[in-house]
T-cell receptor, first 117, second 107 residues
C-alpha cells in the first residue's frame, strides 16, 4: 500500500527556536495533505489542510503564523513550528490523500514527537 | 459545521465478547465515513470505510454500516481478541476525527 513518511520521528528543541517537520508521500502524488496534533490519550485535532501550490487552510484557533505549512510539491508538505514553546510539545501527524478509481484513499504518517524544553 | 461524535470509553471486554463502538455524525450532504485503528506504538491504519448510505464496510471481522436515517456508523465485532486492543477512531471525510475509543481486551 501507499506509504507516508515523516521526518524527523522525534525532535527536541529549545524554547524560542523553530523546527521543521517533513511529510512525504513516497509512492503516490498527494494533491491534499492534512496536519494534525495529538495530545497524550486524546484524539487527533485537525490543524490545517494543505493543497499543493496554494496556501493552507487553517482550522479555527490554529495560529497560521506560528504553524507555517508549505506544500510545494505533490509529494512533500512541511510544517514549521516557529518560536516554539513548551505548550507546543505534542505528537504531530500528517496524512496524504491519494486519488483512486473509486474516489480517494487517505494515508497517515507515523507521526513526529516534538518536545520543547 | 460537520462533526462526528464517538463513544469515548475506555472499553474493557473479555476475549470473545461482542463489541460495539458508537459513532454518529452531523454533516451537510453525504460524506464518506471511516474507522481507523491505532495499535500501541503504531501509526493510524484504515480499518474500514463506507462511501454511501447502506454501504457496509468490513475488515478483520469488524463491520460498520452507513445508516443515513440515524446518521450513524457504529463499529461492531462479534468476537474480540486480545490483539484487537487499540484505540479506534471514527472519521468523517472532511478529515475530522471522533474522540477515539480505547479498547482493552482481556484474556
Amino acid at each position: 500500500g501507499a506509504v507516508v513518511s515523516q521526518h524527523p520521528s522525534r525532535v527536541i528543541c529549545k524554547s524560542g527556536t523553530s523546527v521543521k517537520i517533513e511529510c512525504r508521500s513516497l509512492d503516490f502524488q498527494a494533491t491534499t495533505m492534512f496536519w494534525y496534533r495529538q495530545f497524550p490519550k486524546q484524539s487527533l485535532m485537525l490543524m490545517a489542510t494543505s493543497n499543493e501550490g496554494s496556501k493552507a487552510t487553517y482550522e479555527q484557533g490554529v495560529e497560521k503564523d506560528k504553524f507555517l505549512i508549505n506544500h510545494a510539491s505533490l509529494t512533500l508538505s512541511t510544517l514549521t513550528v516557529t518560536s516554539a514553546h513548551p505548550e507546543d510539545s505534542s505528537f504531530y501527524i500528517c496524512s496524504a490523500r491519494a486519488a483512486t478509481s473509486g474516489g480517494y484513499e487517505q494515508y497517515f504518517g507515523p507521526g513526529t514527537r516534538l518536545t520543547v524544553t | 459545521g460537520d462533526s462526528v461524535t464517538q463513544m469515548e470509553g475506555p472499553v474493557t471486554l473479555s476475549e470473545e465478547a461482542f463489541l460495539t463502538i458508537n459513532c454518529t455524525y452531523t454533516a451537510t450532504g453525504y460524506p464518506s465515513l471511516f474507522w481507523y485503528v491505532q495499535y500501541p506504538g503504531e501509526g493510524l491504519q484504515l480499518l474500514l470505510k463506507a462511501t454511501k448510505a447502506d454501504d457496509k464496510g468490513s475488515n478483520k471481522g469488524f463491520e460498520a454500516t452507513y445508516r443515513k436515517e440515524t446518521t450513524s456508523f457504529h463499529l461492531e465485532k462479534g468476537s474480540v481478541q486480545v490483539s484487537d486492543s487499540a484505540v479506534y477512531f471514527c472519521l468523517l471525510d472532511d478529515m475530522r476525527f471522533g474522540a477515539g475509543t480505547r479498547l482493552t481486551v482481556k484474556p
